[in-house]
């Protein structure tokens, strides 16, 4: 199985403690699928800079592939700053360092090598939601992060990327069900064959379109909660590929069972690491 996180790649700054992170929620995918025992890549703009370098570094040493991701001059890396709050990481803001940051702009060549997976991971923070469509022909699943801000689940932003991907996964903070029910259903309107909506600690559904199949939490004390949703995610749709899923063939209830348990048992571990997945490094 290979499987690849597209676009955004960033450092994590514990400002209490001058601590940074390697992170992004396509570089998350990339080591949790390596950790779940798939085979992994990144592919995105990696700064050559401090942070950029430890971004690559981290994905070296985690053994996912980075050979289409080679650093580049001139550009930045975003900086996260967060704070700690009894193991709750809570976002403060973001900058960026001396040079440009630019989403990653998909070629031709590409696009060949990404034919090469049997998943292929986006998310809204990789600012590349124009980009989807070209997706579309793929053979591999598709499947996309769509956070919780407003912004990334507007009528013209839905358009844009839910018709070409599989999976779609959605932060159900600050939502009620009705909400919810609305995002499901506009996301499998325009083509998206599952949603996924995670509500931390309160958990997840999965909806097919048809029918809600529920989650489930594993609780521990946790350490750092950086990471967990990613986490919960990859682990979820790794295992789903383990129990058979393809693009259009469904799977029996006992199968989603097993992925949200396999998804669960994860994220609880990342929960108990610093950062998304270590490598602190102080700045």
Excluded at 264 to 280: D, M, N, P, Q
């Amino acid at each position: 199985m290979r499987v690849i996180g597209v676009g955004d790649n960033v450092v994590d700054r514990y400002t209490n403690r001058r601590i940074m992170f390697p992170g992004g929620n396509a570089v998350n995918f990339a080591v949790y699928a390596k950790q779940c025992g798939a085979d992994s890549a990144y592919l995105g703009l990696i700064a050559d800079e401090p942070e950029g370098r430890l971004v690559r570094d981290s994905l070296e040493k985690m053994g996912v592939d980075v050979s289409m991701s080679p650093l580049r001059e001139g550009m930045t890396t975003e900086r996260c700053d967060v704070k700690l709050e009894d193991g709750d990481r809570v976002f403060i803001g973001t900058e960026y360092g001396e040079g440009t940051w630019e989403p990653l702009r998909l070629t031709e060549e590409h696009l060949a090598y990404l034919e090469q997976f049997d998943l292929v991971h986006c998310g809204c923070y990789a600012e590349m939601a124009d980009q989807i469509r070209r997706l579309a022909g793929l053979a591999g699943v598709k499947t996309f992060d769509f956070s919780e801000e407003p912004e990334y689940r507007t009528e013209e932003y839905l358009n844009k990327v839910c018709p070409y991907i599989d999976i779609a996964l959605f932060s159900g903070a600050e939502t009620d069900e009705e909400q919810r029910q609305q995002i499901r259903e506009k996301a499998t309107a325009l083509g998206t064959e599952f949603v996924l909506i995670t509500d931390g600690s309160r958990g997840q559904t999965l909806w097919d379109g048809e029918r809600i199949y529920p989650g489930k939490v594993k609780r521990v004390d946790a350490v750092d909660t950086m990471g967990a949703g990613d986490s919960f995610f990859t682990a979820f749709v790794i295992e789903l590929l383990r129990q058979g899923y393809r693009r259009g063939a469904k799977l029996t209830a006992d199968r989603y069972a097993a992925a949200f348990d396999y998804a669960a048992g994860f994220s609880a571990k990342t929960c108990l690491e610093e950062g998304a997945f270590g490598f602190g490094t102080a700045y």
